[in-house]
């Protein structure tokens, strides 16, 4: 199996349901691709564990990071942007 596409979809202050419903419709859009819901559960863990996870998915086994609408105003999208253009990951940005 090849590199998979890291959906990067703002979570924090929107809703959460919402957003997960979305990152849905886009994986099934989008073959092989993986949202951050799908690589850590809500459990109460921090802001830091959860963020520090999905980067580390991203570094290991992603090649592209898609990035749905409203990423420039999520610090955690900033931050998976941060990470594509430094290691040199395909980035597609939703129109």
Request: glycine share 10%; charged share 30%.
């Amino acid at each position: 199996m090849g590199k998979q596409t890291y959906i990067s979809i703002p979570i924090t202050g929107h809703d959460i349901e919402k957003q997960k419903r979305k990152a849905e419709r886009k994986k099934g859009l989008i073959p092989n691709s993986i949202s951050p819901f799908d690589i850590v559960e809500d459990n109460g863990q921090s802001y830091g564990h959860f963020m520090g996870r999905d980067i580390e998915y991203i570094l290991d086994r992603c090649d592209t990071v898609y990035f749905c609408q409203g990423w420039e105003e999520s610090k955690g999208c900033r931050l998976e942007m941060c990470t594509a253009e430094i290691y040199g990951l395909k980035i597609i940005l939703e129109e």
